[in-house]
């Protein structure tokens, strides 16, 4: 079965820490995506990832093939990056599947 | 560069009606797919659509369906609505080799 699994699911940090949010498959994919979603229901697409490792800002992602597993890491956290942030992927098939998402809240 | 755009953005019906949802996508990107999202089940893929053609489906009954235009403009229609109905419903765009653009969702509301 095609799945994919975020954690942590809450995530509440203090301004200026250091964040990672995780997310496994279960099988090979094509692609990984990293999605910030804000209160109002707007989605961003931050990341698209094979391999390897992006980098923009103050965002990095990276993603371990053999593990089926992606990070994707927040340096110099802001209270305006609270959102929930939705890591999907594209199986074989392509459409994309969803992880259940981590609700960031970041306190001044 | 204009993004993706659907609408109406909200929206009220009542069960049993009907409603045709709609999405213009990134001038050039030929693929659109649909998504539901609700509290209970999260982000959930509809379908895609590709050069007019639906390349893929998710696991939604047949009350849900979807075409695409020419100009690759998409609608997606709900028939005989239920109150499970209730979500945001929405679509995103993408060229060949990249990532996916969302619109900013239509919130549906059955009654």
Redesign the interface.
């Known amino acids: 079965k095609n799945e994919v699994e975020q954690s942590p699911q809450n995530l509440t940090a203090q301004e200026g820490e250091f964040i990672t949010i995780n997310c496994s498959y279960s099988v090979g994919i094509s ?1 990984l ?1 990293w ?1 910030q979603q804000h209160p109002g ?5 931050l ?2 990832l094979s391999s390897g490792k992006k980098k923009h800002g103050r965002l990095i992602a990276t993603i371990n093939i053999q593990e089926k597993h992606s990070s994707l890491h927040i340096t110099a956290s802001h209270p305006r990056d609270s959102a929930v942030y ?1 890591c ?1 992927v594209n199986f074989g ?6 992880g ?2 981590t609700r960031l809240t970041i306190i001044p | 560069k204009a993004g993706v755009t659907q609408t109406p953005r909200y929206l009220i019906k009542t069960r049993g009606q009907q409603v045709t949802l709609s999405c213009s996508p990134i001038s050039g990107h030929r693929s659109v ?1 649909w ?1 539901q ?1 609700t509290p209970g089940q ?4 509809l379908f ?1 659509y590709f050069s007019e053609t639906q ?2 489906k ?1 696991n939604f009954p047949g009350r849900f369906s979807g075409r695409q235009f020419s100009n690759s403009r998409s609608e997606m229609n709900v028939s005989t609505l239920e109150l499970g109905d209730s979500a ?1 419903y ?1 679509c ?1 765009s993408s060229g060949v080799g ?5 619109g ?2 239509t ?1 549906l509301t059955v009654v």
């Open positions: 692609a995506h999605l229901g707007g989605i961003v697409s990341f698209m939705i999907a098939n392509e459409k994309l599947t969803f259940t998402g | 797919s998504y999202q999260g982000l959930q893929f895609e390349r893929n998710g945001l929405l995103a990249r990532g996916y653009t969302f900013s969702g919130r």
